[in-house]
């Protein structure tokens, strides 16, 4: 079974910085497109940042300049390191998996991030 183990979230102040990790297993890991969620309290689940199999990166206007998407393939991993942290950061961070020719869409359980002083 695919499994994806998100990491590193936390309760940090506005204007720090977390670096999340997402492990995936019993995937070909390479093959896939990743992608950083997040949800909020009362809102709906929203793209952070995502990068193809080929590393071409993209990211809500929201984080641009701040967030940055990362992926070694030799460890099974992405990355998304956040930066200038704000409040409205604050939300639950779900990892993604996503091949759209296998129609495979996998999800991780998800690592609370709160901005807050």
């Known amino acids: 079974q695919v499994q994806l183990v998100e990491s590193g979230g936390g309760l940090v102040q506005p204007g720090g910085s977390l670096r999340l990790s997402c492990a995936a297993s019993?995937?070909?890991?390479?093959?896939?497109?990743m992608g950083w969620y997040r949800q909020a309290p009362g809102k709906q689940r929203e793209l952070v940042a995502g990068i193809t199999s080929d590393s071409i990166t993209n990211f809500a206007d929201s984080v641009k300049g701040r967030f940055t998407i990362s992926r070694d393939n030799d460890k099974n991993t992405v990355y998304l390191q956040m930066n200038s942290l704000k409040p409205e950061d604050t939300a639950v961070y779900y990892c993604n998996a996503k091949r759209a020719t296998l129609r495979h869409d996998f999800w991780g359980q998800g690592t609370q991030v709160t901005v807050s002083s």
């Open positions: 019993r995937i070909i890991f390479r093959i896939y497109s």
